[in-house]
């Protein structure tokens, strides 16, 4: 496996951050990284995303930035001249993909089939982002398409919350390297003072004490 997604297994967890400000870009890499993940995925899904990735890369360079919700070439380049270090997308676009390689960045599109994934596989990848996991059939649908896909591993994402993300942070299928819990900060809140980052802080802590974990969880901060 490429040596980024590697590091990012060390981290327990891997936030999914959606800023509408770059402003806040700063302060919340800072907060990241003082809670022990130096590690965020900020989604192409604002405008602010591109000058947010640029701001935690420069006043971060320990930290593993990378780019989400990317759906072309442009937004991936973007990504990366900005300072992104791997690339996560919620289809499996081959021109993407390739653009990716060819540039030798790490790139986790999303399927959902196996016909998808056969499509992956073709593609050279070994690592997939599962989407959207809870509606697609959760941890036993990614061990029923696991079965014949030996070479592959998941990152589950959609549909896991406070409620069900306890299942995944138990379930140390080596199959399942990643899972996504959606965490909405209030627009005034800090980081430290919101009741569900915390939540996903301590989840990081609680995985730290686990002597092998598969499993990256997405937390998605927003503001």
């Keep these: 496996m490429n040596q980024i997604l590697e590091q990012l297994g060390t981290y327990g967890i891997v936030p999914v951050v959606v800023l ?3 402003a ?5 890499a800072e907060a990241l990284c003082k809670g022990g993940l130096a590690c965020a995925e900020v989604t192409f899904r604002t405008d602010a995303a591109e000058e947010s990735i640029r701001i935690m890369s420069e006043k971060f ?6 780019a989400g919700t990317v759906l072309t070439i442009e937004q991936a380049d973007c990504a990366v001249k900005a300072g992104a270090k791997f690339i996560v997308s919620p289809g499996l676009n081959p021109e993407v993909v390739k653009w990716c390689q060819a540039h030798e960045v790490p ?4 399927i959902v089939t196996p016909t998808e994934m056969e499509q992956a596989i073709g593609l050279g990848l070994t690592m997939v982002k599962f989407f959207p996991a809870e509606p697609a059939g ?5 061990k029923a398409m696991a079965a014949p896909y030996t070479q592959m591993k998941f990152m589950p994402t959609g549909g896991i919350n406070a409620k069900n993300l306890e299942e995944y942070l138990s379930c140390f299928y080596p199959k399942i390297i990643g899972a996504n819990t959606h965490i909405h900060i209030q627009k005034k809140a800090e980081p430290g003072s919101n009741a ?5 802080l301590q989840r990081k802590r609680e995985l730290d004490n686990f002597s092998n974990s598969y499993i990256i969880n997405n937390g998605n901060y927003q503001r």
Excluded: T
Excluded at 24 to 28: F, V
Excluded at 138 to 142: A, D, F, R, S, Y
């Design 61 to 66: 360079p320990e930290m593993l930035v990378g």
């Design 20 to 22: 509408q400000d770059a």
């Design 196 to 200: 569900e980052f915390c939540f996903l």
């Design 138 to 142: 959760g941890i036993n649908m990614i």
């Design 107 to 110: 790139v986790i599109p999303g």
């Design 24 to 28: 806040k870009a700063e302060p919340l």
